[in-house]
């Protein structure tokens, strides 16, 4: 683990300053369906990561951020591209293999899906046209992803290179660990899950979360950036998650169709598998000294000038 005392003192802001955020409202009464719970606790424990690894950086360890990724670097574009349309394949996949195992189809008239959502009273002038909503999801995943920089700032730009970084597949699959569980008390209520919170909290959501922590993290080390990471994040809830609750809430359970569920992890499984197998996941310097292994990397200029003194 590289820098224990900083990685202790993350996970304990992370967790402590947003479990507290939700915790303390659901303990005094109030649903985690609340409109005012969602736009405020939920919103700000979201950003408890973010604040986590800002208060490491600047003043625990006193690292800095230069290689926290905050520069955009649109001239990888395509991974981009891939992040923000990346759960519309995912949800493609969800929606082929329901009925060919048996579990149940989805309502491409979002009917059933709307009925469903009657009691949360959803707008009137909300379109009906699955094609429209599904435009909207993606601008809407645009704009959300400065919000879900509060969660990759800390996971994808702090947590996750120093967790094993010699071996960053594993590093991916124990921040998708911990960053599941810090979901936990939400999950617990039927956030993901509804129809079964303990099993899909515990069980399933996890394996999901290791899938999407190697999926962002690839986005990462390609971009340089951890906004490719927040609009992947963003995506999924937005596009991902929207998707799958028109097309499928009441009918068969998200425990098979959620984004996450069992279906989903189907997809996402086999492009992680992609990624940890072929070494996408190592920085380029390693995977370039592997397949060369006689040749002597050239050091940076920064790496040079430090050498000269």
């Given amino acids: 683990m590289k820098n224990r005392r900083g990685v202790v003192a993350y996970l304990l802001i992370a967790f402590g300053m947003a479990w507290a955020c939700w915790e303390v409202p659901i303990r005094l009464g109030i649903s985690i369906s609340n409109a005012l719970f969602f736009k405020t606790a939920l919103l700000v424990g979201a950003f408890a990561p973010a604040i986590a690894a800002f208060?490491?950086?600047?003043?625990?360890?006193?690292?800095?951020?230069?290689?926290?990724?905050?520069?955009?670097?649109?001239?990888?574009?395509?991974?981009?591209?891939?992040?923000?349309?990346?759960?519309?394949?995912?949800?493609?996949?969800?929606v082929i293999l329901a009925p060919l195992l048996g579990i149940g189809a989805a309502d491409f008239s979002l009917v059933r899906g709307f009925k469903y959502l009657e009691p949360a009273k959803l707008p009137e002038?909300?379109?009906?046209?699955?094609?429209?909503l599904t435009g909207l999801s993606l601008v809407k995943a645009i704009f959300v992803a400065p919000i879900l920089f509060g969660e990759e700032f800390g996971w994808r730009?702090?947590?996750?290179p120093r967790l094993f970084p010699d071996w960053p597949a594993l590093g991916a699959v124990v921040t998708g660990v911990i960053w599941a569980y810090w979901h936990l008390p939400l999950n617990l209520r039927g956030g993901n899950f509804p129809d079964h919170p303990f099993i899909g909290g515990l069980l399933i959501y996890p394996v999901g979360?290791?899938?999407?922590?190697?999926?962002?993290?690839?986005?990462?080390l390609k971009t340089g950036s951890i906004w490719s990471s927040s609009?992947?994040?963003?995506?999924?809830?937005?596009?991902?998650?929207?998707?799958v609750v028109l097309l499928f809430m009441g009918g068969p359970s998200l425990v098979f169709v959620s984004y996450v569920g069992l279906l989903g992890l189907i997809p996402l499984g086999a492009l992680s598998a992609w990624i940890v197998l072929t070494g996408r996941l190592k920085p380029a310097n390693d995977a370039h000294r592997a397949s060369h292994p006689g040749e002597e990397s050239v050091p940076s200029a920064s790496q040079a000038k430090s050498a000269s003194h």
Avoid: M
């Fill in 157 to 160: 730009g702090y947590l996750q």
């Fill in 55 to 94: 208060v490491v950086r600047k003043w625990i360890t006193r690292e800095g951020f230069a290689d926290a990724g905050l520069r955009l670097n649109l001239r990888k574009w395509p991974y981009y591209l891939v992040a923000l349309l990346l759960p519309l394949v995912v949800v493609g996949c969800i």
């Fill in 231 to 243: 609009l992947a994040h963003a995506a999924t809830n937005a596009v991902g998650g929207t998707l």
């Fill in 209 to 220: 979360a290791i899938f999407l922590s190697i999926i962002f993290g690839w986005l990462v």
């Fill in 125 to 132: 002038y909300l379109p009906r046209s699955l094609w429209i």
